[in-house]
């Protein structure tokens, strides 16, 4: 079963000579088929062919390279050194983001970079056609006010970060800040086109407060548009480094998305010591689930030999309900899921499940994004 061969893509004879060469630079062996040997540059639907082993880490390097977009060159160029971005507000659960964040990179050997984005009151377009000097001049004044506020606020962050990594209660990583003027899940977006984060680790209010908390709301936003996976904190999480977490679940929709998610999230759990437990999402009828999901399982255990992998078929009914049962059952410490991008209009009328968790649960969410 180990060299059963699958079709990656199917494509133009050129694209295909393409592909191939990308997938063999990473050491996997790649077979084109269907080839008109008479005219192989007008043959159209061309089968790309890898083992079956190979088919996670080829899905991977596909999507990581966008190799079919126009902006290959500029993927290319983005810095290979780990980064971990984490958002911050100044409250005490983003103060916990800060810990774990700075946890995982030591582990992951990254860097930190620690930003905060303000809403500033000073907006000139705000201000009427006339004699405005005088307004201009206070809002100007308030507008320092605020910079000079948060800059105090994040130094404050920075000799907390300091005194805990020379009590020997974090790790001593790099790190630095950053201050960005703007709506925060747009600052932290635009952000991330420049900075290339590895992972975004944010805080997020507890399923006890209200659904439009700004940094859950914010949270939701930067986890619905953004390419980086993010590992979103609640308020109650009742450890500060990922190595304490023993149980992580991860949902899988049974799409062939999920098999680039999957090793992307064992890309980002790598040398840590967890047990994973697979269960559905899916609203199909509880016998396909088991027999689905048993399958998934099977199959990544052979990708996986050393993960430790088991499954659970959720309970009919209610999927959050169900979820959050499961997840008390089976002592969950982290779930992990993928959220596929959803135009606005979707994301408005129909929150996609990432979201609705990130108010119902008090389990951190680690989201993929395929």
């Not at 169900?322 to 982290?334: G, H, L, S, Y």
């Amino acid at each position: 079963m180990e060299d059963k061969l699958v079709t990656l893509a199917i494509h133009t004879f050129e694209k295909a000579q393409i592909l191939k060469t990308i997938l063999e630079t990473e050491g996997i062996e790649v077979y084109i088929h269907n080839v008109n040997q008479i005219q192989p540059v007008v043959s159209a639907g061309v089968r790309v062919r890898i083992k079956e082993s190979d088919l996670p880490h080829a899905l991977r390097i596909i999507e990581d390279s966008k190799w079919l977009s126009e902006d290959t060159e500029e993927e290319s160029t983005a810095p290979q050194v780990k980064k971990i971005l984490i958002p911050v507000d100044f409250s005490d659960y983003s103060i916990k983001a800060c810990e774990l964040g700075i946890n995982y990179a030591y582990q992951a050997g990254a860097e930190v970079m620690i930003m905060h984005a303000y809403f500033s009151p000073y907006f000139p377009s705000a201000i009427p056609m006339g004699d405005t000097l005088a307004y201009q001049v206070n809002e100007e004044e308030s507008v320092q006010n605020v910079l000079k506020r948060v800059q105090i606020d994040m130094e404050n962050i920075c000799t907390m970060i300091n005194r805990k990594i020379q009590a020997g209660e974090l790790p001593k990583v790099k790190y630095n800040y950053v201050l960005r003027e703007g709506l925060p899940e747009e600052e932290i977006i635009a952000y991330c086109k420049e900075y290339h984060p590895t992972l975004i680790v944010m805080g997020t209010r507890g399923k006890s407060q209200k659904d439009m908390d700004l940094i859950g709301s914010v949270t939701g936003e930067v986890i619905e548009v953004n390419k980086v996976p993010v590992l979103a904190i609640p308020e109650n999480i009742r450890f500060n480094d990922l190595s304490d977490a023993k149980n992580i679940a991860f949902a899988t929709s049974f799409n062939q998305r999920d098999l680039v998610a999957f090793d992307e999230f064992m890309e980002i759990i790598k040398g840590y010591d967890v047990n994973i437990h697979l269960f559905n999402i899916s609203t199909s009828k509880d016998e396909w689930n088991e027999i689905r999901l048993t399958g998934v399982n099977e199959y990544f255990k052979k990708q996986y030999p050393d993960a430790n992998i088991s499954h659970t078929v959720l309970a009919d009914g209610d999927l959050l309900l169900a979820i959050e049962k499961f997840v008390r059952d089976k002592q969950i410490d982290v779930i992990a899921l993928s959220t596929y991008r959803r135009n606005i209009l979707a994301r408005m009328f129909n929150p996609s499940i990432a979201r609705k968790m990130l108010f119902h649960t008090d389990t951190p969410l680690l989201v993929m994004h395929s």
